[in-house]
């Protein structure tokens, strides 16, 4: 974490002095008391003979403290110190066996102080800067995506409106061809017309000509076969057979269409490698953000909730055994918990850690399951689009089937008992309310404007006002819709980037929200106005995903990288 940020969340939510009974800033840090002091206790530490050689440094520059491991050969003593010549870590009784005579050694507490900074910097470089920018990446693949199938689809209509052009011009072609066969035919038909007027005329003649041959022919005439000249038939008139048109097929195949009608060519080039910000930019652009941040809140007249304490104090902390993390956190008015985790182990546990139910599910880092008024776990199963509950006596049900879409998050209603299910289907998200019978009540997708308003609700809950308050990881943002479904407002965090997780609200009507971008949790009023980071990396908060408050205004957080859930006290 930056100096910066450090800065900033310490000007909200101070650490208290180790000191006895000092309840100041402590904004300093002993090495070897592994306490933090306020100014006035790091001077007295200072001049005390017993402290006044302690390491004292800023708290963000502090040394964290080496976990205590008993020596196994003398088990009265902690390993703290480390044989440069061996490479194993010892206890002070050990450094003076035989097997160690003339040795050098570290301390150990040096040596770990080193290697938390060093992992600590690397854990940073993944939150900061290649989660993120792999993130941008992706987001850069889905844009490209988006524009492939644009220009896909754009591709399809031009080749549908070439062939229909195409198909215009052959049926032009096409009418004209037959009407010059009409055209054809007439003149042929014309010709044929006056041969066979020809031939009807010659007809005429012969039977003129028989006519007056039989009249020479008679007998009574005969003197006048004598008298005339001899009579010539004239010849029979010639004519032509008319020579009809052949059709010439056309010449054409399959590529031939082709070449008319076009085809797709991919560029012969080599595609660009995508644009990989160096993580020197990167860090310069976050500092930069923070710095900016840090001004503007020293500018800004915030005015605290009156009901808020002026710092967080955590209350306990517990292991959940049977999960890897906590991804989700549900309390219920029994004083048990459902912790799940990332593989799909949803765990009940008391307050002290005692795992009491184990479940495996469907379910990663979503909000998918809730504890109802009458002390029942419902809980998604994405795989089979069903909602599960579970009652006290431990008897699951298939409660809910959700159709051809996927529950990812739910919340029951502390006023009346109603289910509140993030869904989403391919390209589509939602939410819907559910009676506590399982009776559909309303779907709520869409704005005022016919906007979409989700894209994946994954953390859900209800606010005392009757707002449904959403958790939407692709949007960036906490989209807040009033009971009636009409969308009031979105939050979208207080830097360049935001990751909403967990999600819940307390009796005042206040939001809290995990950022998982920056390791914190913001507190807002239920208007959507920013009111503090309640907790951050300051509070040895890291990558906080689950919240919930409890009956006792109690906050529980669980957190991505460790199966230990913290309570935290925030209200007086």
């Known amino acids: 974490m930056s100096e910066s940020s450090d800065e900033q969340a310490a000007m909200q939510h101070y650490l208290v002095c180790g000191a006895e009974d000092c309840q100041k800033n402590g904004q300093f840090y002993c090495n070897a008391c592994h306490q933090p002091l306020c100014e006035q206790c790091r001077d007295e530490h200072q001049k005390s003979p017993n402290t006044k050689n302690h390491e004292i440094v800023l708290y963000r520059h502090r040394k964290h403290q080496l976990p205590v491991e008993k020596c196994k050969d003398h088990p009265t003593r902690n390993i703290d110190i480390f044989c440069k010549e061996c490479q194993i870590p010892l206890c002070s009784k050990c450094s003076t066996m035989e097997e160690h005579n003339g040795h050098k050694f570290d301390d150990l507490e040096d040596i770990y102080a080193e290697k938390y900074a060093l992992w600590q910097g690397e854990f940073s470089k993944i939150q900061k800067y290649f989660l993120p920018t792999s993130q941008d990446l992706k987001t850069d ?53 006056s041969q066979e007027k020809t031939y009807d005329d010659y007809i005429s003649y012969l039977w003129k000509m028989s006519d007056e041959f039989q009249e020479y022919l008679s007998i009574t005439n005969q003197k006048l076969l004598f008298k005339s000249k001899t009579l010539k038939i004239q010849p029979i008139p010639e004519t032509t057979k008319p020579v009809p048109p052949v059709f010439v097929v056309g010449q ?75 991804c989700h956190v549900s309390v219920d008015k029994s004083d048990r918990l459902w912790v799940s985790d990332r593989s799909g182990n949803l765990v009940q546990t008391d307050l002290q850690g005692n795992q009491l139910q184990k479940i495996q599910t469907s379910g990663e880092n979503e909000g998918y399951h809730t504890t109802t008024q009458d002390g029942d776990l419902i809980y998604t199963d994405q795989d089979k689009k069903v909602i599960y509950r579970i009652t006290p006596d431990k008897k699951i049900t298939e409660f809910i089937k959700t159709g051809d879409w996927t529950p990812i998050s739910v919340h029951s209603s502390r006023v009346n008992g109603d ?91 206040h939001i809290l929200v995990c950022d998982n971008y920056s390791n914190k949790v913001h507190l807002l009023d239920q208007d959507g106005g920013f009111l503090s980071v309640i907790l951050s990396p300051q509070q040895e908060i890291t990558c906080p995903l689950g919240v919930c408050v409890d009956d006792e205004n109690n906050l529980h957080v669980g957190q991505w990288d460790t199966n230990t859930v913290s309570v935290y006290k925030y209200l007086q």
């Open 141 to 193: 693949i889905e844009e490209d995506a988006k524009q492939i199938k644009k220009t896909m689809e754009s591709i399809r209509i031009s080749m549908k409106a070439n062939a229909e052009s195409l198909k215009n011009l052959v049926d032009v072609v096409t009418s004209e061809n037959i009407e010059h066969t009409h055209t054809l035919e007439k003149s042929l038909l014309k010709k044929l017309k």
């Open 252 to 326: 054409f195949n399959k590529d031939d269409v082709a070449k008319l009608l076009g085809k797709v060519n991919v560029p012969n080039k080599e595609p660009e490698n995508r644009k990989i910000q160096p993580m020197e930019t990167v860090t310069t652009q976050l500092k930069s953000t923070e710095k900016q941040l840090e001004q503007s809140k020293e500018k800004s007249d915030v005015k605290q909730t009156p009901s808020l304490s002026s710092s967080v104090t955590k209350v306990r902390k517990y292991s959940v055994p049977g999960v890897d993390n906590a």
């Open 419 to 509: 289910l509140l299910v993030g869904m989403i289907k391919t390209g589509e998200a939602k939410v819907t309310r559910y009676s506590k019978t399982g009776k559909k009540i309303q779907n709520i997708q869409r704005g005022n404007q016919g906007q979409e308003l989700y894209e994946w609700p994954h953390y859900i809950t209800e606010n005392i006002n009757g707002d449904i308050c959403t958790s939407d990881l692709n949007k960036g943002a906490v989209v807040v819709v009033n009971k009636s479904g009409q969308h009031r407002f979105s939050y979208t965090g207080q830097g360049a980037k935001f990751w909403p997780y967990g999600i819940c609200t307390d009796v005042l009507g």
